[in-house]
């Protein structure tokens, strides 16, 4: 809600230590320089050797019985919403990590740069791209 509310420019809402908290989380827990074999239903969108950030990552011994289907995934539009959001809070170097990661991943050699797949071929939800790009541009 937060990074909604700071894209449409109605300002934070969250309070910033408990997000940038949030955020460290997800760095740490759910960014993978190797995304390692996974079960994913044959949806390649990060090679075991290629860097991504994940949906969402489970304690050991905590996974629920029925995890929700993609947590092992990655998808850009979803890690472009999690780019802006660092970009919004002033953390452009870790922003950038994450942008350049997917760029890297989409380079046109492995995949098509202009088709971010996700649910399907152009799927709009890569489209977060510009509010990763907008949230850069309003850092002074």
């Known amino acids: ?50 860097p991504a950030l994940k949906m969402a990552w489970y304690p050991a011994g905590r996974m629920p019985k029925k995890p929700f289907p993609y947590y092992g995934e990655n998808m850009t539009g979803f890690e472009y919403v999690g780019a802006a959001n660092l970009a919004q809070r002033g953390r452009l170097a870790e922003a950038e990590k994450v942008v350049r990661d997917i760029r890297n991943r989409y380079d046109g050699r492995k995949r098509n740069p202009f088709d971010e797949a996700e649910c399907g071929h152009h799927y709009a939800r890569a489209l977060a791209a510009w509010s990763a790009l907008k949230a850069w541009e309003a850092q002074p």
């Open 1 to 50: 809600g937060d990074y909604a509310a700071r894209h449409v420019g109605l300002g934070a809402v969250a309070d910033e230590k408990n997000a940038n908290k949030a955020l460290d989380t997800i760095l740490a827990k759910n960014a993978s320089a190797n995304v390692g074999p996974a079960y994913n239903c044959g949806r390649d969108y990060a090679f075991p050797e290629e």
